[in-house]
């Protein structure tokens, strides 16, 4: 016994005091200087990327590793505004329905071979290609030809046009403000025909060949990836690293460590250190934040009683405390009020949302006609953060009268979950943006016809989908931002979500790591990024 | 001693800390707090109070654990006894099922079980208790084996008793001190296994506190707050420690073989 209590008091003491703060790892001074090309710049995934055939990627890792090798005709600029990438330039005709590109005569393969307009025809048509599946195919079947060429009618896109090695014209079927955004989706990247031919497109998934900054050096599954730089690179001097790293396997918090080693260049900071790192001012000069264009919402099935009255729905908005979720995300947040995140054109810093007022929240349940107690159940994924916020809405939600039952389910299980009718009445869910574009939340996330897709709270509301109708077919941007507004400032009335927080993305760097910037729509690209030394 | 210390904690929980185990106690989070006044155990990743969670999770650990080892001790007793005392085929046919349960990977049966089963306070102590009776079983079918040979039994069947009444009144009172001792070390495998799923987050409901998952959740603190992982940890270990002890010593008391 006394043996248990020497114990107890041993514990005791060492539980009281906290290991401190390793410092962040050594490198040269801050500021000053010029690039400088060379070296390896090294990361830490937990798992290899899904896939780098551009054609079949759609998450955050895939993207990133299929910008590495593989390029677009526009891109983003470092913030949201369409730049030229392997196009020169572009004009609309045809009042926007024929889209027409000049591109780069300097253009090559990492393999050497000079890329032409005939390779930009090929990567789209490859594409479409229904036996590929691509989750991209979407949105292009608006080029004219698209459906004929899906349905195996004709051996080409109608709509996409040859007339030059160096030029390339899209006829669409109707007017698509987005058309251009969508273009600089990684699905577009050109790819080399010849190793698809050689290769086939299983294994090139494996071994992409495309004439981005970098090219695919080694990839041994499960254990490391590794790019080298591409002597063929149009942008001269570019990129400066010769090679990026990726060890597989390294979740997180391990990142961290390696990180802190001088192991890693770049990682994430873990929600345990993170209030620690921020008020370190040694870590003051490596931390690399950036506002995103994400927005984080409790989803409250319109379709499900009691939720199917509106205010119940705005009875929840109103019991949320956001500003203890920004709280329990670190910081690393802003309160939402609205759907579109900050960083999206037509946001509206003024917009009103729901202020936490339990009191309030309650007299909207007895305007409903809601007496007793009301029993839910909320689908959460089962990840530290989401659980906390979870957790920190359950009580809010027990203070005005609604009983909560959790349910942690793994990510896959909630994305199949939530696109059923009346399984899942709350559940948690972000949104990050293809493009920067209301429509891509608006349209996508709460227009009727998104039901079963992305419109997971199965909200309808007639006047809202005339509204988005509307402005999705015009090119004239104020006219289209006023009723992209119209229909947000409806949608926040009638309470489908509540808004919860706009996430930022902070990482820190090695601070030989020279710049090193997020962006608020794509991963990180690295092809300016040095060393220094 | 330590069990009782656990018992009066979990029953008296109300009464030895002022909070709600489930409320934010803290005004504005900002990253857990170290023990001090007013939360002597500090407080959670949610702003919530250590101590508290700890003495109303030692509830819900005694709860998950009685009612497991009560699951098993009905079900492996009964199995025992009938097929100790009826032996051949019955005997076979159950051990059959006995020797079926053991080969199934404990671990994983468990994970399945309460992934099927919605989440509920008594899904647990159901999933463990369904996979926690063999020991019984076979514990209690040696033991009606040698006593159903004894004298008196031969007696009470020839007196014509019913096989039930020779069972209920003749055999089970002869097995309830090896029984007993089983019990208590079920008690401390049942608070281990409760914690080990809570830990893999298939344990009860949020909010509901757990040692297990505290732990789980809490480790990647350890460095920042250790007190949040090591504090129920020590109360993990106490439980189980405890009940092993009770169990060895009423091997003593009660002069039953160690098994």
């Known amino acids: 016994m006394r043996g248990v209590a020497g114990l107890l008091v041993a514990l005791a003491l060492a539980?009281?005091?906290?290991?401190?703060?390793?410092?962040?790892?050594?490198?040269?001074?801050?500021?000053?200087?010029?690039?400088?090309?060379?070296?390896?710049?090294?990361?830490?995934?937990?798992e290899d990327p899904?896939?780098?055939?551009?054609?079949?990627?759609?998450?955050?890792?895939?993207?990133?590793?299929?910008?590495?090798?593989?390029?677009?005709?526009?891109?983003?600029?470092?913030?949201?505004?369409?730049?030229?990438?392997?196009?020169?330039?572009?004009?609309?005709?045809?009042?926007?329905?024929?889209?027409?590109?000049?591109?780069?005569?300097?253009?090559?393969?990492?393999?050497g071979r000079a890329m032409t307009s005939a390779d930009v025809q090929y990567s789209l048509e490859r594409l479409l290609k229904p036996a590929l599946h691509s989750p991209g195919a979407e949105?292009?079947?608006?080029?004219?030809?698209?459906?004929?060429?899906?349905?195996?009618?004709?051996?080409?896109?109608?709509?996409?046009?040859?007339?030059?090695?160096?030029?390339?014209?899209?006829?669409?079927?109707?007017?698509?403000?987005?058309?251009?955004?969508?273009?600089?989706?990684?699905f577009t990247g050109v790819v080399d025909r010849e190793t698809v031919e050689r290769v086939g497109d299983q294994e090139f998934a494996r071994h992409p060949v495309g004439t981005g900054p970098f090219a695919m050096g080694d990839w041994t599954f499960g254990q490391r990836l590794r790019f080298d730089r591409n002597p063929n690179y149009f942008r001269p001097g570019l990129p400066l690293l010769d090679h990026v790293e990726v060890t597989i396997g390294v979740s997180e918090q391990t990142a961290w460590f390696q990180y802190q080693r001088g192991d890693v260049d770049v990682a994430g900071i873990p929600s345990a250190e993170f209030a620690r790192v921020i008020a370190d001012p040694r870590y003051a000069p490596v931390i690399v934040r950036q506002t995103t264009l994400r927005t984080t919402y409790l989803g409250l099935n319109c379709e499900m009683a009691p939720f199917d009255r509106r205010e119940v729905r705005q009875a929840v908005n109103l019991a949320v405390d956001k500003a203890r979720i920004v709280d329990l995300a670190d910081g690393r947040a802003t309160i939402a009020n609205g759907i579109l995140p900050?960083?999206?054109?037509?946001?509206?810093?003024?917009?009103?949302?729901?202020?936490?007022?339990?009191?309030?929240?309650?007299?909207?349940?007895?305007?409903?006609?809601?007496?007793?107690?009301?029993?839910?159940?909320?689908?959460?994924?089962?990840?530290?953060?989401?659980?906390?916020?979870?957790?920190?809405?359950?009580?809010?939600?027990?203070?005005?009268?609604?009983?909560?039952?959790?349910?942690?389910?793994?990510?896959?299980?909630?994305?199949?979950?939530?696109?059923?009718?009346?399984?899942?009445?709350?559940?948690?869910?972000?949104?990050?943006?293809?493009?920067?574009?209301?429509?891509?939340?608006?349209?996508?996330?709460?227009?009727?016809?998104?039901?079963?897709?992305?419109?997971?709270?199965?909200y309808s509301?007639?006047?809202?989908?005339?509204?988005?109708?509307?402005?999705?077919?015009?090119?004239?941007?104020?006219?289209?931002?006023r009723l992209f507004h119209e229909a947000e400032v409806q949608i926040v009335r009638d309470a489908p979500w509540v808004p919860l927080i706009y996430p930022t993305a902070v990482s820190v760097r090695h601070p030989r790591v020279r710049d090193y910037r997020l962006h608020p729509l794509r991963p990180t690209r690295l092809e300016r990024v040095w060393l220094d030394s | 001693m330590l069990v009782l210390a656990l018992v009066v904690i979990a029953a008296a929980a109300p009464l030895l800390t002022s909070y709600?185990?489930?409320?934010?106690?803290?005004?504005?989070?900002?990253?857990?707090?170290?023990?001090?006044?007013?939360?002597?155990?500090?407080?959670?990743?949610?702003?919530?109070?250590?101590?508290?969670r700890i003495a109303y999770g030692a509830r819900t650990s005694l709860s998950v654990g009685a009612l497991a080892m009560a699951l098993s001790l009905v079900i492996g007793v009964t199995i025992g006894v009938v097929s100790g005392y009826f032996g051949g085929l019955v005997d076979a046919t159950l051990m059959w099922v006995v020797d079926l349960v053991l080969t199934m990977p404990t671990l994983l049966l468990l994970i399945v079980l309460s992934a099927v089963l919605p989440p509920s306070l008594l899904t647990v102590p159901l999933v463990i208790g369904l996979v926690g009776w063999t020991t019984f079983a076979r514990t209690v079918r040696g033991e009606v084996?040698?006593?159903?040979?004894?004298?008196?039994?031969?007696?009470?069947?020839?007196?014509?008793?019913?096989?039930?009444r020779i069972m209920w009144r003749h055999l089970l009172p002869g097995v309830i001190p090896g029984v007993v001792v089983l019990a208590a070390l079920g008690m401390s495998g049942a608070i281990g296994i409760d914690a080990g799923l809570s830990y893999l987050g298939l344990g009860v409901p949020h909010p509901t506190p757990s040692w297990g998952r505290m732990v789980s959740e809490f480790q990647t603190y350890f460095a920042v707050a250790p007190w949040l992982v090591v504090m129920p940890g020590v109360a993990i270990s106490l439980g189980v420690i405890g009940f092993n002890l009770v169990g060895y010593g009423l091997t003593d008391i009660l002069g039953t073989r160690r098994s």
């Open chain 1, 50 to 111: 899904h896939t780098l055939d551009p054609a079949l990627g759609y998450d955050t890792v895939s993207w990133w590793g299929e910008q590495m090798i593989f390029s677009t005709l526009v891109d983003y600029d470092d913030g949201t505004t369409i730049v030229p990438q392997l196009a020169t330039g572009w004009e609309l005709r045809d009042g926007g329905r024929r889209v027409a590109f000049t591109l780069r005569t300097d253009v090559r393969f990492s393999t």
């Open chain 1, 342 to 458: 900050p960083d999206m054109p037509g946001f509206d810093p003024a917009l009103q949302g729901f202020p936490h007022d339990p009191a309030a929240a309650r007299a909207k349940l007895a305007e409903a006609g809601i007496t007793g107690r009301i029993d839910t159940t909320f689908w959460v994924q089962r990840d530290d953060l989401p659980l906390r916020m979870a957790q920190s809405m359950q009580q809010d939600l027990r203070a005005v009268g609604i009983d909560v039952r959790l349910k942690p389910v793994d990510f896959p299980a909630l994305i199949e979950g939530v696109r059923r009718h009346g399984i899942v009445p709350l559940f948690m869910l972000g949104w990050e943006a293809d493009f920067p574009d209301p429509s891509n939340f608006l349209t996508v996330l709460l227009h009727s016809k998104s039901r079963g897709t992305n419109n997971n709270t199965f």
């Open chain 1, 461 to 481: 509301n007639p006047a809202v989908d005339a509204l988005l109708d509307r402005a999705d077919t015009l090119l004239d941007p104020p006219t289209r931002l």
């Open chain 2, 20 to 52: 709600d185990p489930a409320a934010i106690v803290v005004q504005h989070y900002a990253g857990p707090q170290a023990p001090g006044p007013g939360h002597p155990l500090g407080t959670d990743t949610l702003g919530r109070d250590v101590w508290t």
């Open chain 1, 15 to 46: 539980s009281g005091c906290a290991v401190p703060l390793d410092p962040p790892p050594e490198g040269p001074a801050e500021g000053g200087g010029s690039p400088r090309a060379g070296g390896t710049f090294r990361l830490g995934f937990p």
């Open chain 1, 139 to 186: 949105f292009f079947t608006g080029i004219v030809g698209a459906e004929d060429y899906v349905a195996g009618k004709a051996p080409h896109v109608s709509g996409i046009e040859v007339p030059a090695p160096d030029r390339v014209e899209f006829a669409l079927t109707a007017i698509d403000p987005l058309f251009l955004h969508k273009l600089t989706m990684p």
């Open chain 2, 145 to 164: 084996l040698s006593l159903r040979e004894r004298d008196y039994v031969v007696a009470a069947r020839a007196l014509g008793a019913s096989h039930a």
